[in-house]
C-alpha cells in the first residue's frame, strides 16, 4: 500500500512540473508573438492541473474576444471548467453556464434560496460546487449543473482541492467562524481545520493539495495543513496596503 502511495505521488509531482514548465513556456511564446507554439504547449497541459493561470494565457491565444451575457443585477464570481469549455458565474440567486468559446448561455439555474456568492470547479470538472452566504453549499454535475446534494451550511467562499475529491469550505455565524474540509462525493465532513476571530472571507488550496490558506475580513491569513488541521502559519496583512483595509480574496501562486 505504501508503495502504490508513493508511486501516486510520484506521478502527481511529475504531472505537476510538467504543468508549470508549459506555463512558463506558453507565457514566453505569448510574449514572443509565437502564438501557435503557445496553444501547443497549453494543450500539453494535465488537465487536472489546469487553473486560472491556464485559462489566462487561453485569452492571449485567441483572436477575439467573447462578450458573455449578464446577471440582471451583476455576477459575483466566475469560474472556468478544466477542460476550457464551460463557464459558470454566479449573482443574486443565479447560477449560469456559458458555453466558453461562443459566450451562449446554456443553462441557468436556481437552487439557493439566498443569493450566491461562489463556485468552483473540480479538479476533473465532474463537479461544480455553488454557494451562498444563508443556507448551503450545493454539490452539482460538473456537465448540467444539476443539483447532486447539498451540504447543510452556508459558506462564504469554496475550493477544490487540486489532488482529490476534497472541498474546503468558509462557514461563518454568530458563534463561529471556520474552515472545514468536505468529501465532495459522499457529503461527509471530512475533518474541521479550524477557527478565525472574525468572518472568513476566502479559502484557497495550494496545488499540491496539501494545505489549505484562508483569510478573514480582519486581513489574517491562515496556512493549514489538511491531514493534521494544524496551522502551520499565521500572518497579518493589516497595514500592507493604503487603505489598511480587512481581507478579501487569498489566492496561491502554481
Given at each position: ?78 469560474a472556468c471548467s478544466p477542460t476550457g469549455t464551460t463557464v459558470a458565474s454566479v449573482g443574486e440567486h443565479e447560477i449560469r453556464l456559458w458555453n466558453a468559446r461562443t459566450g451562449e448561455l446554456r ?139 480587512g481581507g478579501s480574496c487569498v489566492a496561491t501562486s502554481p
Amino acid at each position: 500500500v505504501l508503495r502504490h502511495q508513493e508511486g501516486i505521488r510520484i506521478k502527481h509531482e511529475a504531472r505537476l512540473t510538467t504543468y508549470l514548465s508549459n506555463i512558463v513556456d506558453a507565457q514566453t511564446f505569448i510574449e514572443n508573438g509565437r502564438i501557435s507554439q503557445a496553444q501547443e504547449r497549453l494543450a500539453e497541459c494535465p488537465v487536472e492541473h489546469r487553473d486560472w493561470e491556464w485559462g489566462w494565457l487561453q485569452r492571449f491565444c485567441n483572436q477575439e474576444a467573447i462578450t458573455f451575457g449578464r446577471h440582471k443585477d451583476g455576477a459575483w464570481h466566475v469560474a472556468c471548467s478544466p477542460t476550457g469549455t464551460t463557464v459558470a458565474s454566479v449573482g443574486e440567486h443565479e447560477i449560469r453556464l456559458w458555453n466558453a468559446r461562443t459566450g451562449e448561455l446554456r443553462t441557468t439555474l436556481n437552487e439557493h434560496p439566498s443569493d450566491a456568492n461562489e463556485v468552483a470547479y473540480s479538479h476533473d470538472g465532474e463537479r461544480l460546487a455553488t454557494c451562498d452566504g444563508g443556507t448551503s453549499t450545493i454539490i452539482r454535475d460538473g456537465s448540467t449543473g444539476a443539483a447532486i446534494f447539498k451540504i447543510p451550511l452556508a459558506s462564504s467562499s469554496i475550493d477544490f482541492s487540486p489532488v482529490d475529491d476534497s472541498l474546503a469550505a468558509a462557514h461563518n455565524t454568530d458563534e463561529q467562524h471556520v474552515v472545514t474540509l468536505w468529501n465532495s462525493i459522499t457529503g461527509e465532513r471530512i475533518r474541521e481545520l479550524g477557527q478565525h476571530e472574525t468572518n472568513v472571507a476566502s479559502v484557497d488550496f495550494a496545488p499540491d493539495g496539501k494545505h489549505v490558506f484562508s483569510i478573514d475580513i480582519g486581513a489574517v491569513v491562515k496556512q493549514w495543513d489538511v491531514e493534521t488541521a494544524e496551522c502551520v502559519h499565521e500572518w497579518s496583512t493589516t497595514g500592507r496596503t493604503s487603505k489598511n483595509q480587512g481581507g478579501s480574496c487569498v489566492a496561491t501562486s502554481p
